[in-house]
C-alpha cells in the first residue's frame, strides 16, 4: 500500500495478492498465502545490505512552475514548466518509463491512465506537484508499493505522487531514518547488515510506507509490536505544501494519526524514523491434517494461541483449490528458537495427529523471494474473539462452498496479542489492539463471480464475532470509516480536518 497518507498499503504489507513491511497481506512461507503484511524467515548467511545514501538533513522550499495564464486543463507548456521545475522526473502517457510508472502490482488497475507521474525526489517536488494539481483542479493520489487492494495508488487523468525515488536508509545508533519508498527488499537489507529488525512485511516490492501507515502486521507482531510501533518520528507534506515533522512532542496528533490511519488522509509521508531490535535467530514450523480434522484443527488452533507465548506467532489457513479439494495448516514462527516444543503445544491443543509436520532452527526474519504482478479478490474481518462451535461450522461451510464451486480461495487466520495489545486501544490509531486475529479471505481464482461470493461468504460466517477490518486491507464495497477505525474515527476525522481542510486527499474508503 503506497508511500503517503494518500498511498494505501498496503505494512505496508502485512496479506496482499501474492506477489507487503501494511501491511498486510502475509506472504507464503511454505505455502502462506498473500503478500504485505507478513515477514518471510530464511536460512541465517552473510549480509550483504547496503545503508543507502541518506535523506536529506536540510529540507529545500517547494519550487514553483513557471507561470503561464490561468486554465482549466494544464497545457503542455505547463506540463513543460511543471517537469522543469522537479528534481525528479516527470512521466506522460507517451513516455517510455510512463507504463511501468504508473503500474500497481494488480494488473487489473492497468487500463487506469493517470495524466501524469510525479516521480519526486525530495518533499520539494511533493509540494511543488501538490501545488500544480491544486491550480488545475486535478484529481491526485500516490503510491510507493502500489500494492493497494483497491487500487488506490492510481487515478484517471490526475496526478500520481510517486515516492519511489525517496528509498535512501541511514542509521543512527539503533534508529533507521527509511525514505517512504523503500521496499521491504531494501529495508530488510539494510537492517540485516546491521542484524537488526523491525516487525514488518514479507512481499519484496511492497513499499514501507503503506505498511507502516495501516499499522502493519507481520510474523513479529506478537514480539515486537506492529510496524507503526516501532515508529519515532514521521516527515509528512501537507496538502498546503508544508513539510511536517511529526513525534510525540512536535505535532503529536499528526505523528498519532500515522500509526494506524491508513493511507489516503492526510498528506505525504517522505520518511519515517523507525526504532529497531536485535534480529533474534527464530525457529518456523509448518503442520498440516486432513479435511475431515479441520473443526478440530480450528478449535485446537484458537486455544492454543489464547494461551501461547507472545514469543510464539502461529497462522492458520484453510484452503480450497480449484479441484474441489481442501487443506488445513498451520505455519508458525517462534523466537525463542525452539520451534519442536512450540509445534508439540499445537499438536496438543488440536488434539489430532497430524498428515505432516517440521521444524527449523537458526533462521532469520526476511521478506519472501520475489514473484510477478498477479490478479486477485480479497476481504478483511478482525476477530474479537475465538469463534465459538456455530462459527467455526459456519467458517467450513463457506470453505466447502468455495470447493464445490471449484473456487481456489484461502481463509488465511493471524493471531493478534502480545505486545499489541499491550498499548492502550487509543495510543495509536490503529483500533484492534484487543482483538484476537484478523482474517484475510484471499482469492486468485479466474471465477471473479464465484471469488466474489466466496468473500460475502467469509465475511457472512464470522459476523456475529468480527469488530471490524484492517485498514491496510480495504475493499470496495465497504465504505464505512468505522469498520476500519472502530473507536478511533472521531480523532482522525478531526485531525483530517486540521491538516486537509478542503479535502484534497480523497479516499472514499475511510474518511
Request: with cysteine; proline share 6%; hydrophobic share 40%.
Amino acid at each position: 500500500m503506497g508511500g503517503t497518507m494518500a498511498g494505501v498499503g498496503t505494512d505496508q504489507r502485512g496479506l496482499q495478492r501474492r506477489a507487503l513491511l501494511t501491511t498486510t497481506a502475509l506472504a507464503a512461507v511454505g505455502g502462506l498465502v498473500g503478500c504485505g503484511s507478513g515477514a518471510r524467515t530464511r536460512d541465517l548467511a552473510p549480509a550483504d545490505g547496503g545503508s543507502g545514501t541518506g535523506l536529506p538533513t536540510a529540507i529545500p522550499a517547494p519550487r514553483n512552475p513557471a507561470p503561464t495564464a490561468p486554465s482549466s486543463t494544464p497545457t503542455p507548456a505547463d506540463w513543460k514548466a511543471l517537469a522543469e521545475s522537479l528534481s525528479g522526473k516527470l512521466l506522460r502517457p507517451g513516455d517510455a518509463g510512463y507504463p511501468a510508472a504508473h503500474q500497481l502490482f494488480d494488473p487489473a488497475w492497468d487500463s487506469v491512465l493517470p495524466a501524469a507521474v510525479s516521480e519526486c525526489a525530495d518533499p520539494a517536488d511533493v509540494a511543488t506537484t501538490l501545488k500544480f494539481a491544486e491550480r488545475f483542479k486535478l484529481p491526485l493520489t500516490s503510491k510507493s508499493g502500489g500494492h493497494s487492494y483497491v487500487g488506490a495508488s492510481t487515478t484517471n487523468g490526475g496526478i500520481v505522487i510517486s515516492v519511489s525515488s525517496m528509498k535512501s536508509i541511514t542509521f543512527s545508533g539503533t534508529t533507521a531514518q527509511v525514505g517512504a519508498g523503500a521496499p521491504l527488499v531494501q529495508v530488510y537489507s539494510a537492517l540485516e547488515a546491521r542484524n537488526r529488525i523491525i516487525p514488518a512485511g514479507s512481499c519484496q516490492s511492497v513499499g514501507v510506507a503503506g505498511l507502516t501507515l495501516g499499522g502493519g502486521l507481520s510474523l513479529a507482531n506478537r514480539v515486537f509490536g506492529l510496524t507503526c510501533d516501532t515508529v519515532t518520528q514521521v516527515q509528512v507534506v501537507t496538502a498546503d505544501g508544508a513539510v511536517h515533522t511529526a513525534n510525540t512532542s512536535a505535532e503529536p496528533n499528526l505523528y498519532w494519526a500515522c500509526r494506524g490511519g491508513g493511507g489516503g488522509t492526510l498528506g505525504v509521508v517522505t520518511a519515517f524514523w523507525f526504532r529497531t531490535e536485535a534480529s533474534p535467530l527464530i525457529g518456523t514450523f509448518s503442520v498440516g491434517w486432513t479435511w475431515a480434522n479441520a473443526a478440530a484443527v480450528v478449535r485446537g488452533w484458537q486455544r492454543y494461541m489464547e494461551t501461547a507465548s507472545e514469543e510464539v506467532w502461529a497462522s492458520l489457513r484453510l484452503t480450497s483449490n480449484p479441484n474441489g479439494t481442501l487443506s488445513v495448516r498451520v505455519f508458525g514462527v517462534d523466537v525463542s528458537n525452539d520451534p519442536s516444543a512450540a509445534l508439540d503445544k499445537l499438536i496438543s491443543a488440536v488434539g489430532v495427529e497430524p498428515e505432516h509436520q517440521t521444524a527449523t532452527k537458526n533462521k532469520h526474519f526476511s521478506p519472501d523471494p520475489p514473484s510477478g504482478r498477479v490478479g486477485f479478490y480479497a476481504g478483511t474481518d478482525i476477530l474479537g474473539q475465538a469463534l465459538p462451535a456455530s462459527g467455526v461450522t459456519a467458517l467450513l461451510d463457506a470453505m466447502t462452498g468455495a470447493a464445490r464451486a471449484g473456487v481456489g480461495a484461502t481463509a488465511a487466520f493471524d493471531p493478534l496479542g502480545g505486545q499489541v495489545e499491550r498499548l492502550a486501544v487509543n495510543a495509536t490509531a490503529f483500533p484492534w489492539r484487543k482483538a484476537f486475529a484478523s482474517i484475510q479471505w484471499y482469492s486468485q481464482s479466474s471465477n471473479a463471480k464465484g471469488a466474489r461470493a466466496w468473500i460475502a461468504s467469509g465475511h457472512k460466517a464470522v459476523a456475529s464475532w468480527a469488530v471490524g477490518g484492517y485498514v491496510n486491507y480495504l475493499e470496495a464495497n465497504r465504505t464505512n470509516g468505522s469498520l476500519y477505525f472502530g473507536p478511533n474515527l472521531a480523532k482522525l476525522a478531526s485531525i483530517k480536518k486540521t491538516y486537509d481542510p478542503n479535502n484534497v486527499f480523497k479516499l472514499p474508503y475511510t474518511l
